[in-house]
């Protein structure tokens, strides 16, 4: 009796939830970014926000667990830079995948609360649509000329979707996976283009967007 | 026989509950089921309340001088009459003729170009624009939360304090789509209550025979957007849907507006550029190039044919609506000062 108990305490507790913590650093040359404070000399980064959603945590290429939450992470309040994942102790997980955006379903189900609230102002008001990514800065010129820069990405449906699905290795430190995200290619893509505002759904936003496959890389532990 | 009404009475109960249609609003039988979820935003009495009284405060513009009402007057069915363009804070001119509001839970799309796609997000779109409130969201949520005048309302209506900005985009959208208007001349003939006159009926053929392929009913538009040939204002130089979609087949194309209470929502157009009907009949038959095979053939009705179609258009006026008490300032609301 006693010994059929244990069993069925011990399965329980194999499926008893934990948390993982998932931190996200922004990054330049490897280096952390200081919000409001000059870095290579040259840029200053103001804001760097984005919507996480549609997570799903891998298992040689098979989901083995599905979240339907959608996240905004700011990277420039300390407070909102984390998302927790409620997991089963035992399941093995070798990756995770997520979407950088809010699809457009999520847009036609009607207004929604939480990180969804427009008050975040992560929502476009001149036609409906959430702003998957906002990145805002100045870059100085020639020594002395600044120049702001400010990326609204956005646009859930063809010809300007610029949600982008992004996978990488699931490697913790105990119950955090700390995740670096390199901003090199996309200021990299303003000296390449001269182009310093996107602020609607449009082929150069597509073109941004393709960068964001480049810039989540995990910390290895 | 009590077995199969027992039956009957157990689908009646399933299905009434499956689709969950408030009571508060009610439409004819010949009407199809809206388009909105109100499932997702179920409707009361103190929500519509809350909505109507926002609807009504001039605290969502910029400088508290621009309320949503200002440019959709329910005495012509919410629409912004004699003005080609509305105007907004500082005396700024926008760049389209304020639609009418009704039977807004039946539309997919909102706006002339479509912009909005869902109603709960449609009073974002004034509160932000630069010519219209010139506010944002945030600001706008500041400004109600400590506002004495809500504070009952948005317990009552969400047993809570503050209001978020899911709760304050619901409560308008309530209001909104409360606004029903379903009881003109010709829905009362369609119930069998009344009979078109002769001219009206006369008018009615007509009207089936060279506008009802897009202004459809039983709302009078089918919802769609159209390109009708209107030269392009160089000063406004509006493309309409293609403006949102970039897409060069929707290039001056604009949303289909609804022909119920047109005699109240004059000018006409997107850009109000017709003051009367009888200059858009006239548009119609002298200003199409009959590229879009639903729009009617060029100089074929006669003057006596476009007096027949005006005396069926003002069988769609609905003057209960736009005389509503319901849907009118609610003055008991405003009397007590702002802190």
């Known amino acids: 009796m006693y010994f059929r108990l244990c069993v069925l305490f011990c399965w329980f507790f194999s499926f008893a939830r934990a948390q993982t913590t998932i931190e996200f650093i922004p990054t330049f040359q490897h280096k952390t970014v200081t919000f409001n404070q000059v870095f290579s000399d040259s840029i200053q980064l103001h804001a760097f926000s984005f919507y996480v959603g549609q997570i799903e945590l891998l298992h040689k290429d098979k989901v ?158 | 026989m009590k077995k199969e009404l027992l039956w009957i009475f157990f689908v009646v109960v399933i299905s009434l509950s499956y689709f969950k249609i408030p009571a508060l609003i009610s439409y004819p039988n010949y009407w199809p089921k809206p388009v909105y979820n109100f499932n997702n935003n179920p409707i009361t009495a103190d929500k519509i309340l809350l909505g109507k009284v926002l609807f009504y405060d001039p605290i969502l513009s910029q400088d508290s001088t621009i309320s949503c009402a200002s440019c959709h007057s329910s005495y012509v069915a919410f629409t912004h009459v004699d003005h080609p363009t509305s105007h907004g804070i500082n005396d700024a001119i926008g760049n389209r003729n304020a639609p009418a509001l009704f039977n807004l839970a039946w539309q997919k799309k909102f706006m002339w170009d479509g912009a909005i796609s869902h109603l709960d997000f449609q009073v974002l779109a004034p509160i932000a624009n630069k010519t219209e409130m010139g506010s944002d969201l945030k600001t706008v949520l500041q400004r109600v939360n400590k506002n004495k005048r809500y504070h009952e309302l948005i317990v009552k209506a969400y047993k809570t304090e503050q209001l978020s900005g899911e709760q304050l985009l619901k409560a308008m959208a309530q209001f909104l789509l409360s606004l029903i208007s379903a009881d003109s001349k010709y829905d009362r003939v369609r119930a069998g209550k009344e009979q078109f006159t002769e001219q009206e009926a006369t008018g009615y053929a007509l009207f089936n025979e060279n506008c009802a392929s897009c202004h459809t009913e039983p709302f009078f538009t089918n919802h769609d957007f159209a390109k009708n040939d209107l030269p392009i204002d160089p000063n406004l130089n509006d493309l309409g849907r293609y403006e949102i979609t970039k897409n060069k087949k929707d290039s001056l194309h604009f949303k289909v507006p609804s022909l119920r209470n047109i005699a109240f929502t004059y000018p006409y157009m997107h850009d109000g550029r017709f003051k009367k009907l009888a200059d858009v009949l006239n548009h119609y038959q002298t200003g199409v190039s009959n590229g879009d095979a639903r729009l009617p053939a060029k100089n074929h009705l006669t003057s006596r044919d476009k007096i027949d179609i005006i005396a069926f258009l003002m069988c769609l006026s609905d003057n209960g609506f736009v005389q509503n008490k319901a849907f009118q300032f609610p003055i008991n609301n405003f009397k007590q000062q702002n802190p």
């Open chain 1, 64 to 221: 083995v667990k599905r979240y339907d939450t959608y996240h905004l992470l700011t990277l420039n309040d300390s407070s909102k830079t984390t998302i927790t994942l409620n997991q089963c102790n035992n399941q093995a997980v070798d990756a995770i995948r997520m979407l950088i955006g809010v699809d457009s379903a999520t847009v036609e189900h009607g207004v929604l609360a939480g990180d969804l609230d427009p008050m975040n102002g992560h929502f476009w008001t001149w036609q409906s649509g959430y702003i998957h990514l906002k990145m805002e800065g100045e870059i100085i010129r020639n020594q002395s000329e600044k120049k702001s820069f400010a990326y609204h990405i956005g646009g859930a449906t063809a010809p300007t979707n610029t949600l982008q699905t992004v996978t990488f290795p699931f490697v913790k430190r105990g119950n955090k996976l700390v995740v670096e995200l390199t901003i090199d290619p996309l200021l990299n893509w303003i000296a390449a283009t001269n182009d310093y505002e996107i602020m609607s759904p449009s082929p150069a936003a597509v073109a941004f967007s393709g960068l964001f496959q480049q810039l989540f890389k995990p910390i290895m532990p």
